[in-house]
C-alpha cells in the first residue's frame, strides 16, 4: 500500500526565513510526486512534480528515494505563500493509476509579516 | 479555457439517502477523477473514468458509484447514505492519460449527512 506522510500540520515562520515542508513516502515501486497548493478561496492546484526538477515561485523539491522524502523548499519566504500545502504520489506506469494520487494530510503554511 | 466545474456546491441529506454530484471536465479533458475530503484530511481517492468506463478504484465500497458521458462530464453517485459520506467531494480531470500527471480541481460539492 502506498501512503504520504506530512508530519507537520501547521507551520509558520516570518517573511525572509527559509521554509522547509516535509514529506515522506512509503511505496514500493517507483512512484511520482507532486506538492499541490490550495490559496485561500481557490481550488487545490499543480504547484511542482519531481519529474520536472524545476523551480515554481522559488519552490523547489528533491525527491531523496533512499529516505523516501520528496521536502518542499524555499529560501526565501514571501506572505503570499500561506497557503495549504498537500505532497502526493502517484504510482508510476500511468494508465489505470493515472488520475489515482495519494494525498498527505496537509500543513498549513503561515508566512507572518 | 472553462476550468472544472461541480453542482452542486453545497448539499445537506439524511441518512439512507441518495446523491447525485455532478462535475464538467476542463476543455479538452478526457480523464475524470473524484476524491473525498473529509474535514482536515487530505483527499482521498474514489475512482478515475476515461473513456466512459471505469478504470481505477480507490477504497470505497459499491455504493459509490460514477458516470462518465461522452462530452467527459460525470456524475457521482452515493447510494445509502452514510453520516461518514459528509465531505467536501472534488472532481478532477485531466488530458490524455499517460500525460504529465496535473490534476485540475474543481471547487467541490461539500455534502453533510444528517
Known sequence: AQRVTQPEKLLSVFKGAPVELKCNYSYSGSPELFWYVQYSRQRLQLLLRHISRESIKGFTADLNKGETSFHLKKPFAQEEDSAMYYCALRSGGGGTSYGKLTFGQGTILTVHP | ?114
Open chain 2, 1 to 114: 479555457e472553462t476550468g472544472v466545474t461541480q453542482s452542486p456546491t453545497h448539499l445537506i441529506k439524511t441518512r439512507g439517502q441518495q446523491v447525485t454530484l455532478r462535475c464538467s471536465s476542463q476543455s479538452g479533458h478526457n480523464t475524470v477523477s473524484w476524491y473525498q475530503q473529509a474535514l482536515g484530511q487530505g483527499p482521498q481517492f474514489i475512482f478515475q473514468y476515461y473513456r466512459e468506463e471505469e478504470n481505477g478504484r480507490g477504497n470505497f465500497p459499491p455504493r459509490f458509484s460514477g458516470l462518465q458521458f461522452p462530452n467527459y462530464s460525470s456524475e457521482l453517485n452515493v447510494n445509502a447514505l452514510e453520516l461518514d459520506d459528509s465531505a467536501l467531494y472534488l472532481c478532477a480531470s485531466s488530458p490524455l492519460a499517460g500525460g504529465p500527471g496535473e490534476l485540475f480541481f474543481g471547487e467541490g460539492s461539500r455534502l453533510t449527512v444528517l
